[in-house]
């Protein structure tokens, strides 16, 4: 069945290295998001893709974080350097615009940690 | 603006217990209304939604209805297993295509057999 997928599914790195996290989303979905989960701040919206088309990306810090969508089945999160307070678990979640109720589908996640 | 405020966790209750997870929203018109859930190591999953009022949203033996009158949308379930042991998220979609959904804070729920 359709699921999104997430690699790797958990990466330790040392700080300063930079760390590439990628997802596949449902094929014909058309809205990506990446989200990020942590005991002290739950979940926050990073960033968001419609039509590979970035939107809102209000949630992730510019100076070290980048998303992109090269194409309509992959979309990339990037953090370069990575920094010890990065560690948390990273979620990709992709929808349809065209669905009247905005049901997301999340993957596995991506658990990161940085020594 | 947009918001959804669920009961502080965690809920701890013994197996075959009566399971309420309260959630109230905050929204202008009418949103679509979602209770996700987390099960240890894994991404989120919607267990229920419901797009309207009065709508009752139901799966696995969880219920939510969606009360417009009182902006809530309350998770309930009749007998809990141990196998129900996660977080449960409470989310909306706001009306007006914005594509994002607006979670709450989650609740941990922990079932003792």
């Known amino acids: 069945d359709a699921r999104v997928t997430q690699t790797p599914r958990d990466k330790v790195t040392e700080m300063g290295q930079e760390v590439t996290m990628r997802c596949q989303p449902i094929?014909?979905?058309?809205?990506v998001f990446w989200y990020r989960q942590t005991m002290k701040q739950g979940l926050e919206l990073l960033a968001y893709?419609?039509?590979?088309?970035?939107?809102?990306d209000s949630g992730m810090p510019k100076d070290r974080f980048s998303a992109e969508m090269p194409d309509a089945t992959l979309a990339t999160l990037k953090i370069q350097p990575s920094e010890p307070r990065d560690s948390a678990v990273y979620f990709c979640?992709?929808?349809?615009?065209?669905?009247?109720?905005?049901?997301?589908?999340f993957g596995p996640g991506t658990r990161l940690t940085v020594l | 603006g947009n918001s959804v405020t669920q009961m502080e966790g965690p809920v701890t209750l013994s197996e075959e217990a009566f399971l309420t997870i309260n959630c109230t929203y905050t929204a202008t018109g009418y949103p679509s209304l979602f209770w996700y859930v987390q099960y240890p190591g894994e991404g989120l999953q919607l267990l229920l939604k419901a797009t309207k009022a009065d709508d009752k949203g139901s799966n696995k033996g969880f219920e939510a209805t969606y009360r417009k009158e009182t902006t809530s949308f309350h998770l309930e379930k009749g007998s809990v297993q141990v196998s129900d042991s996660a977080v449960y998220f409470c989310?909306?979609?706001?009306?007006?295509?914005?594509?994002?959904?607006?979670f709450g804070k989650g609740t941990r729920l922990h079932i003792l057999p």
């Open positions: 989310a909306l979609s706001p009306p007006g295509g914005d594509d994002k959904i607006i």
């Open positions: 893709f419609r039509n590979r088309a970035p939107l809102d």
């Open positions: 979640a992709s929808g349809s615009s065209s669905l009247a109720d905005n049901e997301q589908f």
């Open positions: 094929l014909g979905h058309n809205t």
